[in-house]
């Protein structure tokens, strides 16, 4: 059963930028496509990107990141990465990465099996 450890959030202002990483335990991540999600307060869980797996991996983005995030894969690092740029204060929230042993990604929850801890991003304005 794989793990997942997201990291890298931290604190930035407004237009900065920061790349998230979701690390595999216990496991590797060939076959498993990867979703990263983010929780604000108050708010639900909501998807904003992932990526199928293989090497011709799909990749979806939510309309409020399109065009400033971007998923990739390493999978020689068991990693996944979600680089965000020209961040706003409303993307402020826990993120999270969560994994399903199945090719295609999708950007609800409940298409996954597996997550783990978040990491907390704050953008200030």
């Known amino acids: 059963e794989v793990q997942l450890l997201a990291s890298g959030g931290g604190f930035v202002q407004a237009g900065g930028s920061l790349r998230l990483s979701c690390a595999a335990s216990?496991?590797?991540?060939?076959?498993?496509?990867i979703g990263w999600f983010r929780e604000a307060p108050g708010k639900t869980r909501e998807g904003i990107s992932c990526?199928?797996?293989?090497?011709?991996?799909?990749?979806y983005y939510a309309e409020s990141v399109k065009g400033r995030f971007t998923i990739s894969s390493d999978y020689a690092k068991n990693t996944v990465y979600l680089q965000m740029n020209s961040l706003k204060p409303e993307d402020t929230a826990d993120y999270y990465c969560?994994?399903?042993?199945?090719?295609?990604?999708?950007?609800?929850?409940?298409?996954?099996?597996?997550w783990g801890q978040g990491t907390e991003v704050t953008v200030s304005s």
């Open positions: 969560e994994a399903v042993l199945f090719p295609r990604c999708h950007l609800g929850r409940s298409w996954y099996d597996y």
């Open positions: 990526i199928g797996s293989g090497g011709d991996a799909t990749t």
């Open positions: 216990g496991g590797t991540f060939d076959g498993y496509a």
